[in-house]
């Protein structure tokens, strides 16, 4: 019998004893469609198709701006902070797609975007939006500058600064725990003696995104806010236990600016 061991029958032998069953044969693993993974993945990352996308997301954004006027808070954002200039503005992941329209001050203004695929995309967004870019990424710690670019971002801001542009990045790192500041902004501020001002932007239409950074996608026809919480200064000399109460002070002031957008644009009395 196939698939069984059976005793041998022999003359004058015991009866046979009961089939014993085979294994079964291991099932081959089954292989991933790759193949079409990296056919889209060679797409997305097309120049083409990265600038069409890039466009379509800049004409998107405009029509959001064009049909939601957003307000400040503190409405005399622009008189009370134009004293810092040049200041390094702050805000959390997936929060940053319409401050490109957040004029707080008539000046050359620059933001930092990753090296990645999707910060491609991003920085052809912005630049279509007539903001200037600097590519980079924030270190995960100051220790790790040399990581991922972060050297020659961090070089680059800090001229940036010197020559009296603002100087726009996330406060929080790309994949970590959202909403969390980590240290490259406050050490960037020790560096360059330069303030950091958080801001933050809310609309009552909007998509809130299940992913890490909890993204939104503000929609059109909304009430629109922008929130400029209080400035955070670092000094020169901070040493690592001063660099890390200013981190903490950087996340609890922007946290402060966001929950103070949303609550504009969600309140009835709009």
Request: with cysteine; charged share 25%; net charge positive.
């Amino acid at each position: 019998m196939v698939g069984s061991v059976r005793s041998a029958d022999r003359e004058g032998s015991s009866p046979s004893r009961a089939e014993v069953p085979l294994p079964a044969p291991a099932a081959k693993p089954t292989k991933r469609p790759r193949r079409k993974q990296r056919l889209s993945s060679r797409i997305l990352k097309s120049g083409p198709v990265q600038r069409g996308v890039a466009s379509l997301a800049a004409n998107y954004l405009r029509f959001v701006n064009w049909t939601s006027p957003f307000r400040f808070d503190p409405e005399d954002a622009f008189a009370r902070y134009i004293h810092l200039n040049p200041v390094i503005f702050t805000m959390w992941h997936g929060q940053h797609f319409m401050l490109p329209f957040a004029r707080i001050f008539d000046f050359d203004a620059r933001v930092l975007i990753s090296r990645s695929s999707d910060g491609e995309i991003n920085a052809l967004v912005a630049e279509k939006l007539g903001v200037r870019t600097i590519r980079g990424s924030t270190a995960r710690d100051p220790s790790r500058m040399m990581e991922k670019g972060a050297l020659a971002g961090f070089v680059e801001m800090k001229a940036s600064l010197a020559e009296g542009a603002c100087v726009t990045m996330t406060a929080d790192i790309s994949n970590l725990a959202a909403r969390r500041a980590g240290l490259g902004i406050v050490t960037l501020a020790r560096a360059s003696g330069r303030p950091i001002v958080p801001i933050a932007y809310a609309s009552s239409r909007r998509i809130d995104i299940k992913s890490w950074d909890r993204s939104t996608i503000n929609l059109p026809f909304s009430r629109a806010a922008i929130a400029v919480g209080a400035p955070v200064e670092v000094p020169e000399d901070a040493d690592a236990a001063l660099l890390e109460a200013k981190r903490g002070e950087v996340e609890t002031n922007l946290n402060e600016a966001t929950d103070r957008a949303y609550r504009i644009v969600d309140r009835r009395d709009g």
